[in-house]
């Protein structure tokens, strides 16, 4: 057998060095053509290496970097079954995990489970978990800690918000990672619920049910999750103002971050100081009016995700006769320009819509546009045509004014909402829109908790702004259902109707996805036809990042925090490297 050597680097410089003598003892002539020839032979050569190390190198992400988030809010409940707070919520996501999470397209995919199999009859969800699952302090992950996080979140003591979510839900345990969770009735969206954390049942089970809201284990929580707390600091007062995260290596994947510092501000005022002084390097929760700037900044990148929340004006017809009259809120309606409404409140971030739907739901939205809807009117005389077609007239004071049943009713409006500068900015422009054409607007706004009490359960308004929170699975049946019009139902319009509550019925139940979405377009067409609110926009999140920082696609979530869900794979650092090596 033959062996060659390869030449060493002094044989090539020795074989360079003659070639070149040989070409300086030609006559001049010569030595122009060869020199021409070599250096032009040589410069090919180079230009062919590096055409093909483009060709084959790609850039990788690598391990490595520090993330800086910044946040409003300080954290309390970091426990997946208390988190309401986006600074909890946001440390929920990035510390614990799933039985399943939302991928970069927007779907549910398993995360800590192996398998989710649903039953013929869509009432038991088999559930086998990966085989090695780690909680933060080194203790195996098993199905007793799943079945315990379900039974805590059930707990009418601990008062969780996501109680309702789990109501009549039962679990089976097969063995250590396998069980059952079993609904009485069907319910397709059930499914989303399974993003939700799990809790260590050795951490927690050892506590009262009453000890567990005021436990220091709900700001220094052990999950699965891709990020540990790795260390806390403390203002003066005693407040958390820094989380430092350090990525876990145990489960997979395994995030390309090596860390994640946490820093938490009081209000917007402060976070925006923090930013504009470099501070920090991504947040969700800059205001709006300061965003424009940043978005024309390339050092920044900024991600615009619509959030599954509707914001409507929403007639009580039981409380004004003049809402009864179906011209009338027609008329209100083709008042109204989305845009400029939006452009004027939140700075042009959000979107328009004219249905119960938000428009990254599923296609049924931007499919009714395109036949020829329209997402603004605007149009004041045909506002003035459909009150005066319905025997509305104006009185001396310019008010529209009708008899109703014997009696003479002025079209007049009492908007309530919360007191809050973007729905403040909001109901003026409405105000306005609508004054314009001859109606008696006023405006009464209270404080959250006000308007829940006083206002949205009793029903005690006959016009409310507000923003209603759907999940990422459309549901229409707990807004629109004749059966939930009485409080604790989130029908507040009180609206009733035989054919959509059918509809809402069977698309809740079905696990055909195609079965649902055309029940769902049925029923949201009555409602379109019905007019029981005038639905206005959808609210984005915006998200800012430094250019150096590169997050996975951000597609459809319910709530800011789930903008984490998929941290394993975002990068701040990247290589060169050649495709076969990848």
């Given at each position: 057998m033959l062996f060659s050597k390869s030449k060493s680097p002094r044989s090539i410089r020795n074989t360079i060095s003659r070639l070149i003598g040989l070409i300086e003892s030609k006559p001049i002539t010569e030595r122009i053509i060869l020199r021409t020839l070599f250096f032009v032979t040589i410069g090919g050569i180079l230009m062919i290496g590096l055409i093909i190390n483009d060709t084959f190198l790609a850039t990788t992400p690598v391990e490595g970097g520090?993330?800086?988030?910044?946040?409003?809010?300080?954290?309390?409940?970091?426990?997946?079954?208390?988190?309401?707070?986006?600074?909890?919520?946001?440390?929920?996501?990035?510390?614990?995990?799933?039985?399943?999470?939302?991928?970069?397209?927007?779907?549910?995919?398993?995360?800590?489970?192996?398998?989710?199999?649903?039953?013929?009859?869509?009432?038991?969800?088999?559930?086998?978990?990966?085989?090695?699952?780690?909680?933060?302090?080194?203790?195996?992950?098993?199905?007793?800690?799943?079945?315990?996080?379900?039974?805590?979140?059930?707990?009418?003591?601990?008062?969780?918000?996501?109680?309702?979510?789990?109501?009549?839900?039962?679990?089976?345990?097969?063995?250590?990672?396998?069980?059952?969770?079993?609904?009485?009735?069907?319910?397709?969206?059930?499914?989303?619920?399974?993003?939700?954390?799990?809790?260590?049942?050795?951490?927690?089970?050892?506590?009262?049910?009453?000890?567990?809201?005021?436990?220091q284990r709900n700001t220094n929580p052990i999950g699965t999750g891709p990020f540990f707390i790795k260390n806390t600091v403390r203002g003066d007062t005693g407040l958390i103002t820094n989380y430092t995260l350090n990525r876990f290596t145990r489960n997979q994947p395994i995030p390309k971050l090596a860390s994640i510092e946490v820093k938490f501000y009081q209000n917007e005022d402060s976070l925006v100081t923090a930013f504009n002084k470099k501070e920090i390097l991504s947040t969700a929760y800059l205001p709006t009016n300061t965003l424009v700037e940043i978005m024309e900044n390339p050092k920044y990148s900024t991600i615009q995700i619509p959030?599954?929340?509707?914001?409507?004006?929403?007639?009580?017809?039981?409380?004004?006769?003049?809402?009864?009259?179906?011209?009338?809120?027609?008329?209100?309606?083709?008042?109204?320009?989305?845009?400029?409404?939006?452009?004027?409140?939140?700075?042009?971030?959000?979107?328009?819509?004219?249905?119960?739907?938000?428009?990254?739901?599923?296609?049924?939205?931007?499919?009714?546009?395109?036949?020829?809807?329209?997402?603004?009117?605007?149009?004041?005389?045909?506002?003035?045509?459909?009150?005066?077609?319905?025997?509305?007239?104006?009185n001396d004071n310019e008010l529209w004014e009708k008899r109703i049943n014997k009696e003479s009713v002025i079209l007049s409006v009492i908007i309530k909402t919360a007191n809050d500068p973007v729905l403040d900015k909001t109901t003026q422009a409405i105000a306005d829109l609508w004054r314009e054409i001859g109606v008696d607007v006023q405006i009464e706004q209270f404080e959250q908790t006000d308007l829940l009490q006083s206002v949205i359960r009793p029903r005690d308004f006959n016009a409310l702004l507000f923003g209603i929170d759907m999940s990422r699975v459309v549901d229409l049946y707990p807004f629109w259902h004749s059966s939930q019009r009485e409080d604790p139902g989130l029908n507040i319009a009180n609206y009733a109707n035989i054919e959509v509550d059918s509809f809402l019925q069977k698309a809740r139940t079905t696990q055909n996805i195609e079965e649902r979405i055309e029940?769902?377009?049925?029923?949201?067409?009555?409602?379109?036809?019905?007019?029981?609110?005038?639905?206005?926009?959808?609210?984005?999140?915006?998200?800012?990042?430094?250019?150096?920082?590169?997050?996975?696609?951000?597609?459809?979530?319910?709530?800011?925090?789930?903008?984490?869900?998929?941290?394993?794979?975002?990068?701040?650092n990247t290589d060169k490297l050649w495709n076969f090596f990848r």
């Open positions: 520090n993330l800086v988030e910044g946040i409003v809010g300080i954290p309390r409940f970091v426990n997946p079954a208390l988190a309401v707070t986006k600074a909890d919520q946001d440390m929920t996501m990035l510390i614990y995990s799933g039985i399943m999470k939302i991928n970069p397209d927007g779907n549910l995919v398993p995360d800590i489970a192996e398998t989710v199999t649903i039953s013929e009859d869509g009432k038991t969800y088999n559930i086998i978990i990966k085989p090695e699952i780690f909680f933060h302090d080194g203790t195996p992950l098993t199905s007793k800690d799943i079945a315990f996080t379900i039974g805590l979140v059930q707990n009418p003591d601990l008062k969780s918000p996501l109680r309702g979510n789990w109501s009549g839900v039962t679990t089976e345990i097969i063995n250590d990672h396998e069980l059952n969770v079993m609904l009485e009735e069907a319910y397709a969206p059930f499914i989303e619920n399974f993003i939700l954390g799990i809790l260590p049942r050795h951490i927690w089970g050892e506590l009262p049910i009453e000890q567990i809201p005021f436990s959030l599954p929340r509707v914001f409507a004006i929403f007639f009580n017809q039981n409380r004004s006769p003049a809402f009864r009259d179906i011209s009338v809120r027609k008329a209100l309606a083709v008042a109204i320009n989305r845009d400029n409404i939006i452009d004027f409140a939140f700075s042009g971030f959000g979107i328009p819509t004219t249905n119960p739907i938000p428009p990254t739901q599923n296609t049924l939205e931007s499919q009714r546009l395109n036949e020829g809807g329209s997402v603004n009117t605007d149009n004041k005389e045909d506002a003035v045509k459909l009150l005066t077609d319905a025997g509305w007239t104006k029940l769902t377009g049925k029923a949201v067409s009555i409602i379109d036809d019905d007019i029981p609110a005038i639905f206005l926009f959808v609210p984005t999140l915006t998200y800012v990042v430094d250019s150096k920082v590169t997050p996975t696609p951000i597609t459809k979530i319910s709530k800011p925090s789930e903008r984490f869900m998929n941290i394993t794979d975002w990068n701040m």
